[in-house]
């Protein structure tokens, strides 16, 4: 953790009083910043604290402290060259640290308090840190300046020097730090232009990746410390139910087994290592009072799913879609998605430790501040008395946005003396998890003679993840839900769009990778797809006619994309291209899939070509392998991705029945970037809501068989079932 962290942790000072940090190495400096409580939300209009994300030793080694959480995205490496570039070092003497908790100092500055998800790391932190970096390295020519009584405009930087041309002298940052912790911070200092970025841009080698490669690197499920306990634990399979009964002495006679934790909802056993606490679980036999929704099932949900999108709450409307779907040749369509699980690589885990008024904690979060809080709520403390170490994560994909793991943990580590590492088996985490809601898009579109699109409404259902976060939903319309249909990127002149909700109950549900976006534009892309048809046109063609000159950067990668994909070329039987094209995450992205349906059925995805219009990229490597990975994440939840409950309980358990995509059945992934002068995008999730549309319109273009529900039916494309 950092030492701005742990000082904001343990310390209550205000927003006006400063502290100094002293670094144990001597010397150098983390400049003197302002603390806050660490539940203030980001202020309104962003204030600039070079000091609380630089240090600079007395070697001129420079530490960059990260606001944002790095599971796998490379953020600590992008955002790491905002910083650096404009402070105008090298990067081979930059190490980026994690940030601790705190809202006020790291909250974002798109507004609200410090979270990672969304895709929003460089869209919300491009210019603030790069006006960190242009603040600290003003504050070092000004200390040059002062030592050497010269004007600091007669100044410049390079590689992490002072330079005076005219003296024929430099000063290391590294020597300059402690005088420039003294001087006030620039809030609005002039930044570089594109034309002079070092780093900007530049495909640089990812900071993380030397310690995930030799074993340095620390992720929660990591934590050693003297006195660990291990425990594992098992909630309630039914949601709303409570414990029965367990055999706690059958626990206790496995070897290493030590405790046994009964709580309402929640039983946990402590054990000197992990096999010792999953065989004394297993032994405990824990006994469940289901309640109310220990009747639920599938067929239930999707029936009462289905009724809900009936009808909807208008949330937006232009024209008259009744009179424009009543003139034309029309194509009625329901498409629906299940609910999913997140299966992050490192299960849920997190190490804590109650004292007496206090708590310290070990993990990652993708929302460090309010674990932070939701620990302290638990205990009934203030949040200050809460250390809390932040770790790297192993995946997140929206699963870290919740707290119910630190919140489990923290009940179980009350009733343990000493640090307790609670560790979630795979099938634990499989069956707690935030699910994915399932969705049914309801569509109706009309196309007339000339190919033009006449009419349009689409009405999502499904459960509202804002409801079960935030609360009961303003005029019944969930805009998270929405997200990307009403924004949808063709004209049409007569359009309404509804939302509907359907609560499952037996099911929470929470954001996953591509939100609102990874439903509504699988069910948009499709049925574009299915009007192309109907109007006897190419797809891509009946595409850009309906994006005109309102979408120039739109119409722009999805050209380039039919001639990276080689669109026109003919293919062999039962081989197929699809098309992709959307607008989501401020990033413009058009996606090619070519496959081929095997006659039993297998889907064989041979290419994705994917052409990216992300506005200014910081790192090109980053964002392939964002795309490249968004890619492989959405095809796995379209061919195989399926949570389903009977008994009110969900029925996968690992990766054995909640299968992912193999090495071998990888396609080859094309990403081009187009270079672009715009705002910057984001990119952790286009890649993941291009995969599935792209997809089943290429399955179509191969078997004339158009999939409206995933995950994608073998049976269906080897004519063993109907659609």
Avoid at 176 to 201: E, M, R, S, T, V
Avoid at 357 to 372: D, F, I, N
Avoid at 498 to 525: C, D, H, K, M
Wanted: one cysteine or more; proline letters at 5%.
């Amino acid at each position: 953790m950092s030492a701005i962290g742990k000082a904001e942790a343990m310390t209550g000072t205000s927003r006006r009083e400063f502290l100094k940090v002293s670094l144990a190495a001597g010397g150098g400096l983390l400049f003197a910043f302002p603390l806050g409580r660490a539940m203030a939300q980001a202020p309104a209009k962003y204030v600039l604290r070079p000091e609380a994300f630089v240090r600079i030793d007395p070697n001129g080694h420079v530490t960059l402290i990260i606001p944002q959480e790095e599971m796998g995205q490379g953020v600590y490496t992008s955002l790491a060259q905002l910083l650096a570039d404009e402070l105008d070092v090298g990067f081979d003497r930059v190490t980026a640290e994690a940030a601790g908790p705190s809202d006020t100092i790291y909250g974002s500055p798109m507004g609200g308090g410090q979270g990672t998800g969304g895709s929003t790391s460089i869209r919300a932190f491009y210019t603030a840190l790069r006006q960190v970096g242009a603040s600290a390295r003003a504050m070092m020519v000004q200390a040059a300046a002062a030592q050497w009584k010269v004007s600091p405009a007669s100044l410049r930087t390079e590689n992490g020097e002072v330079i005076d041309d005219a003296g024929n002298r430099r000063l290391a940052y590294g020597v300059l730090a402690p005088a420039a912790a003294k001087l006030p911070a620039p809030q609005n200092p002039p930044l570089k232009a594109d034309k002079d970025f070092k780093l900007i841009g530049k495909s640089v080698k990812r900071l993380d990746t030397p310690d995930k490669v030799d074993g340095k690197a620390q992720y929660g499920i990591d934590v050693r410390m003297p006195g660990l306990k291990i425990a594992t634990l098992m909630a309630s399979p039914v949601v709303g139910g409570k414990v029965a009964g367990v055999n706690e002495s059958a626990a206790l006679k496995v070897p290493g087994a030590r405790q046994v934790v009964v709580l309402d909802d929640i039983v946990a056993v402590v054990g000197d290592h992990y096999w010792a606490a999953k065989q004394g679980l297993a032994a405990a036999s824990p006994r469940w009072n289901d309640g109310p929704n220990g009747a639920r099932n599938s067929r239930q949900i999707m029936e009462e799913l289905e009724v809900a999108s009936r009808k909807g709450v208008v949330a937006k409307k232009e024209g008259d879609a009744d009179k424009g779907l009543a003139k034309d040749a029309r194509v009625d369509a329901a498409y629906q998605v299940p609910f999913l699980a997140h299966a992050p690589m490192e299960p849920l885990n997190f190490t804590v430790h109650v004292k007496a008024g206090a708590c310290e904690m070990w993990g990652g979060s993708q929302v460090q501040a309010t674990a932070q809080a939701a620990a302290a709520k638990v205990l009934g403390i203030a949040q200050d008395k809460v250390v809390f170490h932040n770790y790297i994560l192993g995946g997140g994909f929206g699963r870290r946005l919740d707290t119910d793991m630190v919140e489990k943990a923290v009940r179980v580590a009350q009733k343990v003396e000493g640090p307790v590492k609670v560790i979630w088996s795979r099938e634990e985490d499989m069956h707690q998890d935030m699910y994915r809601p399932a969705y049914r898009n309801v569509m109706s579109a009309s196309v007339n003679a000339d190919g033009k699109i006449t009419g349009w409404m689409h009405r999502v259902s499904g459960g509202s993840v804002i409801v079960r976060m935030f609360g009961p939903l303003k005029g019944g319309i969930d805009m998270d839900a929405l997200d990307g249909a009403t924004e949808m990127p063709y004209d049409v002149a007569d359009q309404r769009i509804e939302y509907s909700q359907a609560e499952p109950r037996a099911l929470r549900v929470g954001w996953w990778r591509g939100v609102g976006p990874n439903n509504t534009v699988f069910a948009i892309e499709s049925m574009m797809d299915e009007l192309a048809k109907k109007a006897g046109k190419d797809p891509i063609a009946f595409r850009l006619a309906h994006l005109k000159q309102k979408n120039p950067r739109l119409r722009a990668v999805l050209e380039r994309a039919a001639r990276e994909s080689n669109w026109d070329q003919p293919l062999p039987a039962r081989h197929g291209r699809g098309v992709c094209a959307q607008f989501a995450f401020g990033t413009y992205i058009a996606t090619v899939a070519e496959v081929e349906v095997v006659s039993d059925g297998t889907v064989r995805v041979r290419r994705m070509t994917s052409v990216v219009d992300a506005g200014r990229v910081v790192n090109p490597d980053t964002l392939k392998a964002q795309v490249q990975g968004g890619l492989i994440f959405g095809l796995t939840a379209a061919l195989h991705g399926n949570i389903t409950v009977e008994n009110g309980r969900v029925q996968q358990s690992n990766f054995n029945d909640y299968r992912m995509m193999r090495i071998n059945e990888t396609p080859a992934i094309d990403v081009h970037i187009v270079q672009s002068s715009e705002a910057p995008g984001g990119i952790g999730e286009p890649g993941c809501t291009a995969g599935p549309p792209s997809l089943v319109n290429a399955i179509a273009a191969a078997t004339n068989i158009r999939i409206r529900q995933l995950p994608v039916d073998r049976d269906v494309l080897a004519g063993r079932r109907s659609v």
